[in-house]
C-alpha cells in the first residue's frame, strides 16, 4: 500500500540525510532500518486496532506539513502565548533548555553549572557514548502497534537533549526542557534520560506555540531508570489550535526504581500521547497519570501500556478530563501482566465530563493477565456535572459560570494531586482554575 | 489449585468414551465442501421455498469473499472449508438402547447435576422414541402453547407455514452480511427454534429447545429467531448443564431477537459443549452471533449465559437498545480451562433516549485456559440520559491459566452516565483460612467462594437451570485444590 504522506518524510529523510545528527556513524544504519520500515508500513491509521480512534495517517495527510526551518532571529511570544502554559514553571528555580522548531537554541537555554555527575547535552554531542547507544538501539519486548510510529522520529530526529545522571546523585534543580514553535513546519525531536543506581531526577516538560499556526511535533523519549532510581516528570502540552502532537515516551524499570510521570493537556489540535513503561527489575513503581481540559475541536488520544513483566511490582494509571465544545477525547490504557509476574499490582483508571453536545470521549482501558496472584483493577466513568452540586452552588447565589468552574477544577484537581512536584502543581492547578477565561495569569518574563 | 482442572478433566475424560454416540451416518450426509450446490442441496433437503434458497445463496456469494475475522484472541489452526460437512440428517436407530449401554461415567455426572432419569437419557443419546415418553409431555406442552396463541416450532417449519413472519424478521436483527460466520450460518443453517409470542400474551411456560424433539444432530449451524410482539413476554432456555457431545467441530449459530413496545424477552444459556483433551485437541469451535433488537419503546432484552464447554467460545451476545426507555442486560458467567479459550462479552449500542444496560460478567479461568471479555457500550448523540452500569470481574485459579479484559467505552451525549469497573485477583488465602476454619473443606470452600462470585449472574437464570448450573460451576471445581 502506498502511502504518499509517508513517502513525503521519506524524501524529507532523502534530502536531509547527510545533516542530520550521526550521519557519519552508527546511527545512520538505524535510520536507513527505520526508513524501510515506514515505507513498509506506512503511517499509522484507524484499521489498526491500537489507532482506533486516532487516523494519524488521515490527519498528517490532510495537515500536509513541511519541514520546520531553522528559526532566524528572536523568539517572540504573544501574550496570548504567556496567558498559556509556556509562562507555566518560569518562577521555579530551574536548568533550562529551549528548542525552537525542533532545535536548540542556546541563547535562551541555560544549562550551565550542573552538579558533579550530570552530563545534559545535546543528544548529538553524545551519540558515541554507550548509553545513548543502548537507549536509541532498545527494543522492548512486546512490538506494539503504538509504536511504530517511533520509526518516524527515528529517521529524521534532528536535535533533543540527552540527560544522564551518575549512580547516587541528585539532581538540586529540575530540569526544565521547553519545545516551542516559532514556524510553521513539522519537528523531529528525541530526549533520552538515562538514570543510575539511585539517582534522582525531575524534568519537567512544556510544548506551547511561539507564533507558529500550523506545526507538527514529533518527539520521542527514552527512559531508562536503574536500580533504585527515581525519575519525576511533569509534561505540560499547551500546543496551538491547529498543531498535531505525537509525544512517545518509553520507559524500562529496573529494580525497586520508581518514575512518576504526570501529563497535563491543556492545548492542542490533534495529539496523541503513548506511554510505554516495561518492568525490568522487580518491585517498581510506575505512576503514569494525567489531566486534560479540551475545547473547540480539539482531539486528544492518551495511549499507555504498562508491561509488568517480572514479579512485584506496582503500577498506577489514573487519567481524568473535561470536554467541551466539540472536543473528543480519548483514553486506551493497557495493563499486561506476564506469566511468573507475580504479586504485580495494576491500577488503572479514567475518568471523564462531558460539558458540551458535541463533545465525545472513547475510553478502553484493558487488562491482559497471565499470573494468578495478581491485584488488577480498572475503571471507567463518563458523565456530565453532577445537576444537584451544581444547583446547590446556584443556590448559595454563586453565579452559573463560577459555579461550573469551581466544580471542574474540583474534578482535575484529584488528577493535578498526582503531579509530583510541589510548586510545579500549584501551577498546573492555577492554569487549570483560569481555564473558562484564560486571562488571570499574570504575563511577566516568560522564559 | 488443581480444583477447576480437575472438573474438566473429568468432564473431557467422561467425553472421551464414544460409545453411545453414533458415528456412522454417512448417508444421509450432504457432498464434502461447500458450494452452490451444497446450498441447494440443503434447502432442497429441507423442502424450501423459492425465496429462503435465494436468501441462502445470496449469504453464500457474500460468505465466499469475506475474510475470517482475526481480531479476537483465540487462535487455532486454519479451518478448511471446504473439507468439512455441511450438512447431515440425524438418524433415529443410531443410539444405544438403553442407559445400561451408555458409559457410566458420563452418568455418574448427570447424576451430580442432579438431571432426572429421563432427561439423562436423552442427553445420552438412547434413542428417545424407544424409551422416553415425551410425546405425552410435549403433547400438553404444545396445546398449551396453541392456547396461548404461541407459535414455537423448529424454524425449517416456520419456513413453510409463517413465510410472511420469516421473510419480515429474519436477518433484520443480523443481517446476512454481518460477519464472516453470520454470513456462513446465513447460507448453510441446519435448524434452529422459532418464537412469535402475540401482542399482549405472557408466554405460559419456559420455552426450551430441550422440548423440541428434533433437536438432536441440529446443533451446528443453529438459527434461531424470537420475536415479541407489544406487551408479550417469554423466557427461552437454550442448551443444557449435563456435557453434550457433538460430531461437528465447528458450531456456528445465530440466534435474533425483536421486542416490539413494552415487550421482554429473557434468553438464558447454558453452554456445556465438548472442550477437547487435555492438550486441547479436538474440541467444539462455537462462533455465536447473538443479538437482540429493543425495537419498541419500553421493551426489554436480557441475556444470561453459562459458558463451560466448547474449546474456542467466540460470542457476544448484544443490544441494540432502539426504542426509548429499553432496558438490554448481559449477565455472564465463563469458566474455562485445559487448554480452552472463551472471547466473550456483549455490545450494548444505545439508541433511544432514556435507554439503560447493564453487564456483569464473571470470569473463571483455570488450567491453561484463556478468558476475555471484550464488550462495547456505545452511546449515539441522540441518546437522552442513558445510563449504563457494567462489572466484568475475573478470577485466576493457577499460574497458567490467563485473564484479559477488553472493554469500548464511546460516549458521544454528555447526558450519559456511564460506570465501568473490572478486577482480577485471585481466590484470597483469607476467604479460604475463613472458610476452612469454621470446617468447611478446602474444596468445598473453593466452590462456595466460585459461587458467590457468580452469585449475581446465577439469580439471573430461571429456576431450573439456577440450580443445575449451580452444581455445574461446583463440579467445574472439584479436585481444583490440594
Known amino acids: 500500500m502506498t502511502d504518499a504522506t509517508a513517502q513525503s518524510f521519506i524524501d524529507t529523510f532523502e534530502r536531509e540525510r547527510a545533516s542530520l545528527p550521526g550521519a557519519d556513524g552508527w546511527l545512520a544504519a538505524r535510520r536507513e532500518a527505520a526508513v524501510r520500515e515506514l515505507a513498509d508500513a506506512g503511517l499509522p491509521h484507524r484499521r489498526l486496532e491500537d489507532w482506533k480512534y486516532t487516523d494519524l495517517r488521515d490527519v498528517l495527510e490532510k495537515a500536509a506539513f513541511t519541514p520546520a526551518p531553522v528559526h532566524q532571529g528572536a523568539v517572540f511570544l ?96 529540575p530540569v526544565h526542557l521547553i519545545f516551542l514553535a516559532a514556524d510553521d513546519g513539522a519537528s523531529h525531536m528525541r530526549t533520552l534520560v538515562r538514570l543510575e543506581k539511585q539517582a534522582q531526577a525531575t524534568v519537567f516538560e512544556t510544548h506551547a506555540s511561539a507564533g507558529a499556526a500550523h506545526y507538527f511535533v514529533d518527539l520521542v523519549t527514552e527512559v531508562s531508570l536503574g536500580v533504585g532510581a527515581t525519575l519525576n516528570h511533569i509534561k505540560l502540552q499547551d500546543e496551538a489550535e491547529d498543531a498535531v502532537h505525537l509525544a512517545t515516551m518509553r520507559a524500562a524499570l529496573a529494580d525497586e526504581a520508581k518514575l512518576d510521570s504526570f501529563t497535563m493537556i491543556a492545548g492542542g489540535g490533534v495529539s496523541r500521547g503513548q506511554t510505554f513503561v516495561e518492568f525490568e527489575g522487580r518491585a517498581a513503581e510506575a505512576h503514569v497519570n494525567g489531566a486534560y481540559a479540551l475545547r473547540g475541536k480539539q482531539h486528544a488520544d492518551q495511549f499507555c501500556v504498562v508491561d509488568h513483566a517480572v514479579p512485584e511490582c506496582n503500577s498506577h494509571t489514573h487519567f481524568k478530563g473535561v470536554l467541551d465544545d466539540e472536543s473528543q477525547g480519548i483514553f486506551q490504557g493497557k495493563v499486561v501482566v506476564r506469566p511468573d509476574a507475580q504479586q504485580t ?10 460539558l458540551s453536545r458535541d463533545a465525545s470521549i472513547n475510553a478502553k482501558p484493558e487488562l491482559e493477565i497471565y499470573a494468578d496472584d495478581v491485584q488488577c483493577a480498572h475503571g471507567s466513568t463518563i458523565g456530565e456535572l453532577d445537576k444537584d452540586a451544581l444547583f446547590y452552588l446556584r443556590s448559595r447565589g454563586i453565579d452559573e459560570m463560577t459555579a461550573r468552574q469551581l466544580l471542574i477544577s474540583a474534578f482535575l484537581d484529584e488528577a493535578l494531586d498526582y503531579a509530583p512536584h510541589e510548586e510545579a502543581r500549584a501551577e498546573l492547578k492555577a492554569l487549570v482554575a483560569g481555564w473558562f477565561e484564560a486571562g488571570n495569569l499574570s504575563a511577566e518574563d516568560i522564559l | 489449585m488443581a480444583a477447576v482442572k480437575e472438573t474438566v478433566e473429568t468432564v473431557g475424560e467422561v467425553e472421551k468414551y464414544k460409545y453411545g454416540f453414533s458415528t456412522e451416518i454417512e448417508s444421509e450426509k450432504a457432498p464434502i465442501g461447500l458450494t452452490e450446490d451444497t446450498v441447494r442441496y440443503i434447502s432442497a433437503k429441507k423442502n424450501e421455498p423459492e425465496w429462503m ?65 429421563e432427561e439423562q437419557k436423552m442427553l445420552a443419546g438412547v434413542a428417545v422414541d424407544a424409551v422416553f415418553d415425551s410425546v405425552s409431555v410435549v403433547t400438553t406442552f404444545k396445546e398449551k402453547l396453541k392456547e396461548a396463541g404461541v407459535i414455537f416450532c423448529p424454524i425449517s417449519e416456520a419456513i413453510r407455514d409463517y413465510p410472511d413472519l420469516v421473510k419480515k424478521y429474519l436477518g433484520s436483527v443480523v443481517p446476512v452480511t454481518d460477519n464472516f460466520f453470520a454470513t456462513l450460518n446465513s447460507a448453510v443453517f441446519s435448524d434452529g427454534s422459532f418464537v412469535y409470542i402475540p401482542k399482549g400474551v405472557r408466554c405460559p411456560m419456559e420455552l426450551s429447545t430441550y422440548f423440541r424433539i428434533n433437536e438432536k444432530q441440529t446443533g451446528q449451524f443453529e438459527r434461531t429467531l424470537i420475536i415479541a410482539e407489544e406487551g408479550s413476554y417469554v423466557s427461552y432456555l437454550e442448551g443444557c448443564t449435563a456435557p453434550q457431545r457433538d460430531e461437528n467441530q465447528l458450531h456456528a ?185 469454621r470446617g468447611v473443606p478446602e474444596e468445598e470452600a473453593v466452590a462456595l467462594i466460585v459461587n458467590g462470585f457468580c452469585r449475581d449472574v446465577l439469580q439471573q437464570l430461571p429456576m431450573e437451570f439456577a440450580v443445575e448450573a449451580q452444581k455445574l460451576v461446583g463440579i467445574s471445581l472439584e479436585g481444583s485444590v490440594g
Not at chain 2, 436407530?93 to 458409559?103: K, Y
Request: with cysteine; glycine share 8%.
Open chain 2, 53 to 117: 434458497l435465494e436468501w441462502r445463496l445470496e449469504a453464500f456469494r457474500r460468505w465466499k469473499n469475506m475474510e475470517e475475522p482475526t481480531w479476537a484472541k483465540v487462535f487455532y489452526p486454519t479451518m478448511d472449508y471446504q473439507n468439512a460437512y455441511y450438512y447431515s440428517a440425524p438418524k433415529q436407530t443410531a443410539g444405544p438402547e438403553s442407559l445400561d449401554e451408555v458409559d457410566p461415567k458420563l452418568l455418574e455426572t448427570y447424576e451430580k447435576l442432579g438431571i432426572p432419569l
Open chain 1, 78 to 173: 504573544s501574550e496570548e502565548d504567556t496567558r498559556n502554559g509556556a509562562a507555566l514553571f518560569h518562577a521555579i528555580d530551574r536548568y533550562k533548555i529551549v528548542f525552537v522548531n525542533g532545535r536548540l537554541n542556546r541563547a535562551l537555554s541555560d544549562m550551565e553549572d550542573l552538579p558533579e555527575g550530570v552530563v545534559l547535552k545535546p543528544f548529538a554531542d553524545v551519540l558515541g557514548e554507550a548509553w545513548t547507544k543502548a537507549l536509541i538501539e532498545r527494543r522492548f519486548e512486546i512490538n506494539w502497534q503504538a509504536q511504530s510510529v517511533s520509526a518516524l522520529n527515528m529517521a529524521l530526529m534532528a536535535d533533543g537533549v540527552a540527560l544522564h545522571v551518575e549512580e547516587g546523585v541528585t539532581l538540586d534543580k
Open chain 2, 253 to 437: 449459530a445465530v440466534v435474533e431477537l425483536v421486542t416490539m413496545d413494552d415487550a421482554e424477552i429473557k434468553y438464558s444459556t447454558v453452554q456445556n459443549w465438548y472442550p477437547g483433551d487435555e492438550n486441547g485437541k479436538g474440541g467444539i469451535y462455537n462462533f455465536v452471533t447473538k443479538r437482540g433488537d429493543c425495537r419498541g419503546k419500553n421493551s426489554k432484552i436480557s441475556w444470561t449465559q453459562v459458558e463451560t464447554g466448547s474449546a474456542i467460545t467466540w460470542k457476544y451476545p448484544s443490544c441494540i437498545l432502539r426504542g426509548d426507555n429499553s432496558r438490554g442486560e448481559f449477565y455472564s458467567i465463563a469458566i474455562s480451562n485445559t487448554k480452552q479459550q472463551v472471547d466473550s462479552g456483549t455490545k450494548m449500542i444505545h439508541l433511544g433516549k432514556n435507554t439503560s444496560s447493564r453487564i456483569v460478567s464473571k470470569g473463571i479461568s483455570a488450567g491453561g485456559s484463556s478468558n476475555t471479555y471484550r464488550g462495547l457500550v456505545s452511546v449515539h448523540k441522540k441518546a437522552e440520559n442513558v445510563r449504563n452500569f457494567t462489572q466484568c470481574d475475573s478470577l485466576l485459579i493457577g499460574d497458567k491459566c490467563s485473564a484479559h479484559t477488553v472493554p469500548y467505552i464511546e460516549a458521544k451525549n454528555p447526558t450519559a452516565i456511564l460506570e465501568h469497573e473490572a478486577t482480577t485477583s485471585k481466590i484470597s488465602d483469607e476467604q479460604l483460612f475463613y472458610c476452612m476454619q
Open chain 1, 345 to 354: 499490582d495494576g491500577r488503572q483508571m479514567t475518568n471523564a465530563l462531558l
